[in-house]
Nanobody, 120 residues
Framework: QVQLVESGGGLVQLGGSLRPSCAASGSIFSRVGMGWYRQAPGKQRELVAAISSGGTTTYYDTVKGRFTISRDNAKNTIYLQMNSLKPEDTAVYYC??????????????WGQGTQVTVSS
């Protein structure tokens, strides 16, 4: 069983930055892909960024060049550095464990989500 706890969301102005993190329990962290998804009101959950166990990354087109996903296996934690934030980035951001990047499949473990709100 893997438990995920996100933190670091919040309210920020247009053009600002945030760096949410996701801490994972369990011994499998270093061996699985991890991802960040987001869900805005009235919209489906979508993949924002993912990172494989080997460090390969992938990003949703609208966040490329603005967001960076990283992982620290020693701390069982992943991060999402979000720069140049826009109002359309407003959503609940969820951490996901077990992502398979090669086939863009989400994993079975989810965090509780952290709210990110970007004001204009």
């Amino acid at each position: 069983q893997v438990q995920l706890v996100e933190s670091g969301g919040g309210l920020v102005q247009l053009g600002g930055s945030l760096r949410p993190s996701c801490a994972a329990s369990g011994s499998i962290f270093s061996r699985v892909g991890m991802g960040w998804y987001r869900q805005a009101p009235g919209k489906q959950r979508e993949l924002v960024a993912a990172i494989s166990s080997g460090g390969t990354t992938t990003y949703y087109d609208t966040v490329k060049g603005r967001f960076t996903i990283s992982r620290d296996n020693a701390k069982n934690t992943i991060y999402l550095q979000m720069n140049s934030l826009k109002p359309e980035d407003t959503a609940v951001y969820y951490c996901n464990a077990g992502v398979i990047i090669s086939i863009m499949r989400q994993g079975p473990y989810w965090g509780q989500g952290t709210q990110v709100t970007v004001s204009s």
